[in-house]
């Protein structure tokens, strides 16, 4: 055991010394000019006075497993946040009332991969449905989802998946989502907190023939960047039309999602910031502004409220269980693995 400790702490140890000698050139990158980005990698952005309508969704879930099947416990949360002269004045929720997390049965018909992304897909379903509510009834000037605003590569089932109907109904609301924010003027954002995408870096890569071998886009970003400032714009993909998620999309938006890495504390990581092609500066003086709160852990304050808001408790889940073993009239059994009397 001491070897193999002794081994995985020698190849760290030989990753932070070369990622440490690149940081001197990653850093004499930042006034660089790139023809695929904008003038400048890294951008300074100012705080902007708040004085608008903030709404944030988020969903929490929770899986179950039976012996016939497994339970899918989803529940999708708003709150929306009205400012002005940079001062909260008015918090809402929605849906108002506490609500029960709404179950999905998944049938054991399903392999194992697809019963992963049938429950991204369902909660995103819910979200995503959520998301289009509070847009009509609210009138935000700002939107901010809880992660991307296009489905994971992951999500995507295989063509002859029972699923494939469900994935598809997705992809419609994620493009009736767009065109109703559009149609009302308000910006559609997702804001990314831990993000595992390469897509910057690659750029990177490939424009200044430099290798990142070991690092993430985040880690990349939190070397170029200072205490409010944010790369430069990229596109999701340089051709949705042969991306795995955007080739399912219209023309209308497979080309038009874009993003950008956004720092606004010293001491936290960078965050991602995805957004249809609109108005860059102006999201990142958003965000910044609504991230800056707490220095070691800088997110939107309105998205902290709607993800606390959308966890699903034991209380929650013992209720639904009992609900549903009373009215059962069969067998419906947990898994041995859900019956542990220890942990």
């Known amino acids: 055991m001491e070897e193999v400790i002794e081994k995985a702490a020698e190849q760290i140890n030989r990753m932070q010394h070369y990622q440490k000698e690149v940081q001197s050139r990653i850093k004499s990158l930042r006034n660089a000019k790139c023809d695929r980005l904008e003038e400048r990698l890294c951008i300074e952005v100012a705080k902007k006075e708040l004085d608008c309508k903030v709404a944030a969704v988020d969903s929490g879930f929770v899986v179950k497993s039976f012996y016939s099947v497994d339970l899918l416990l989803v529940k999708a949360k708003a709150a929306v946040f009205e400012y002005g002269n940079n001062v909260l004045k008015k918090a809402q929720f929605w849906p108002e009332l506490e609500v029960m997390p709404k179950p999905i049965l998944l049938g054991h018909s399903l392999e194992r991969d697809e019963l992963n992304a049938a429950r991204s897909l369902y909660r995103l379903k819910e979200e995503i449905g959520l998301a289009k509510h509070v847009l009509e009834r609210f009138k935000p000037d700002v939107l901010l989802l809880d992660g991307s605003i296009v489905p994971q590569q992951a999500d995507k089932p295989r063509n002859d998946s029972e699923l494939r109907s469900l994935y598809k109904s997705l992809i419609s609301d994620f493009e009736e989502l767009y065109r109703t924010a559009e ?95 609109n108005e860059p500066n102006k999201i990142a003086s958003i965000i910044l502004s609504l991230s800056s709160f707490h220095k070691e852990y800088a997110y939107p304050s309105v998205l902290i409220e709607a993800d606390m808001r959308s966890r699903v408790n034991n209380q929650e889940i013992e209720m639904v269980l009992e609900g549903l073993t009373k009215r059962i009239k069969g067998e419906f059994t947990l898994m041995r693995r859900e019956r542990r009397p220890f942990l």
Request: aromatic residues 12%.
């Open 183 to 277: 149609e009302r003027n308000c910006l559609l954002v997702g804001v990314i907190e831990d993000s595992r995408g390469a897509r910057f870096k690659r750029i990177i890569e490939e424009s200044f023939g430099i290798t990142l071998n070991g690092f993430s886009d985040v880690s990349l970003a939190n070397v170029l960047l200072n205490k409010n400032e944010r790369t430069a714009v990229f596109n999701y993909s340089s051709e949705g039309e042969k991306h795995y998620v955007l080739s399912d999309f219209s023309e209308e938006w497979r080309n038009r999602i874009f993003a950008f890495y956004l720092k606004p504390s010293e001491i936290d990581l960078p965050i991602r910031v995805e957004f249809i092609a």
